[in-house]
């Protein structure tokens, strides 16, 4: 038996009704005025009106809890900090762009494309090239459920919270998901606007805080804050570029295709796209842009040139980290005039002094800059640039920012104060003895315990091209070598082995300000296996002068064990192809020292490998010393290189009689040259893959 619900109960059950209609109107609305404003900059309101809109939403939300969801508009900035991020693998790697800086090289992009699919009607969109942060942000059922960074293309960070409060990111997408994709993803860049830029640090100047550098890197800080709400207060920005994976059928057959249907759903697009039939006009529309970028409320780097045919795309593949469908057009470098407060010193890892250039702070290339390199002491006396001197400064994308000549018109009736540089003759860090090498333009600290130096060649040990420990990074470097262990006069790290002493010490670690439990029992992990890097690895970490990633190939190569390195004479290491004189005394120096032989030992007792993988010998390219020049459409040049490593053979920078031959590439003017007027043999990229083959290589698909 079922009796009538008393009165009451009905009564609120229609209001509960009632408000979930009203909610559900409120928030439609809301989300039809946010895509205006925030995506369209078309607001058809003003912000009273907006502001009853949302106050009435929030106020029905709080007197009906049931009825709040996570894509409700008034949950963009919820949930608390987190501690960290989680990692996100990306279904599909997040690529980068090869680059061309004018038409030649453009034409020459779009003929090795045209060549390779044998297609010429090929039709092009140029995007601005958004000076931001690349992000993926995926959708299911139509609702926004992750966003990640790029990381390094093929892992990011869950920064899901952040993306969320950005406003033009739809919650949920304008379409009904039974007409969607169940998932896909999109990408595209994240940025903060000029305004948004100067706006923050203006609030910074008058709190007396440091001001921010540039608004890629402030955009980057902000989306990588555990707590949403400092993300909330940054006012970011989006375009989307690209639609990534999707689950199914691609609802579309092209880039422009994509975007619009993109555009659609309420994601933003840039306005300021365009296509084109023709690679002539692209290159006009590039030219064109150069002029207009300082123009725009948001930083551009660029144009990004995409082939549109997905079809296309997709037969032309990627090379590396590369697309060859796609292209970025980089603006040329920016100049501007600043002081140059004083020139300073900075040590590096050989105990190398270099100066930079302390500025007076100016913007340029998108970027305050208040340091620049001026490249050696030659460069610093040839233009005579001195401390006090209005300087040009260029920067250009992510190139160091460089001091290109001092202005010397603006001396004028300052001549006596400014005094022309010289090097210290004591090390401006620990104030050991400054000297200098005959023949050798260098100046050098002799002080093998300065602390700038071992703290430099720390970072050098741990980073990528030598032992490749992952979280062991410059301030990590520095932090350790800088600070003492509790219970004795030693500093956690006074030699490059101290490294492998560090997993025993986790406890006193642990208790060493910004060092937390879960990064250090990662840095203890990467640490660990870095033991089985080869030796030819080895061999660049420890910082042997002159040494650097080829040369440590072919003395690993050769000797094949550290101990036969030790152990070779002078004349053994002069046979040695590829090394010259100078590189062989000062290996045969250095393996003679008694400070690197104790190091070395220290390093075999911590369980470091010290040999190099010998399965290469025997392989078809066995004794040939290879060059390769111009861009090849199957490899990259790293991936080239290390194919031939791979396959015995060694990679020279330059040609010379020795060389076994040359592969040849689109451009690569110089060395082609040599190889000819040598007489050494030029093949090309299908002759080079013919030879690989006959050889029995087995052709994996690039
Ligand atoms: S397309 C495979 N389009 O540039 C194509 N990238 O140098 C991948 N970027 O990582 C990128 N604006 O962060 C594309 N309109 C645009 C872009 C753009 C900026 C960034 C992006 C990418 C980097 C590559």
Sequence with gaps: MTSEPPAEVIAEQRELEAARARVE???????????????????????TQYDLLFRELRDLEARFPDLVTPDSPTQRVSGEATVEFTGVQHREPMLSLNNVFNAEELTAWYARAVRRIER???RFVCEPKIDGLAISLVYENGRFVQGATRGDGLRGEDITANLRTLRSIPLVLNAPPASLPRAFEVRGEVY???AEFARLNGERRIAGEQLYMNPRNTAAGSLRQLDPKITASRRLDLFVYQLGWVEGDRPVDSHSAAMSWLGGLGLPTNPLTQTFAGIDAVARFCEGWVEQRDALEYGIDGVVIKIDDYNAQRELGVVGREPRWAVAWKFPAEQAVTRLRQIEVSVGRTGVLTPFAALEPVFVGGANVSMATLHNLDHIHELDIRAGDDVIVQRAGDVIPQVVAPVLSRREGREADLVPFAMPSTCPVCGGEVRRNENEAAYYCTNRRCPAQLSRGVEHFASRGAMDIEGFGEKMAFQLVDTLRPDSTHHYIETLSDIYALPALRDELLTIPRIGEKKLDALFANIESSKQQPLSRLLVAITMRHVGTETARALARHFGTMTALREAALEDLQAVNDIGPIVAESVYDFMRDPENAALIDRLVIAGVRMDEDTTALGGPLEGLSIVVTGSLDRWSRNEVEELITRLGGKVS?????KTSFVVAGEGGGSKRE?????GVVLLD?????????????????A
């Design 685 to 701: 990229e299908a002759a080079f893959l013919e030879r690989l083959r006959a050889d029995g290589w087995a052709d994996t698909p």
């Design 192 to 194: 903060m606007s000029k």
């Design 674 to 678: 040599k190889a000819e007027t040598l």
């Design 25 to 47: 109107d409120l928030r439609a609305q809301i989300r039809h005025h946010d895509h205006r404003y925030y995506t369209l900059s078309q607001p058809e309101i003003g912000d």
């Design 653 to 657: 920078g330059a040609v010379s009689k």
């Design 120 to 122: 010429e009607n090929l």
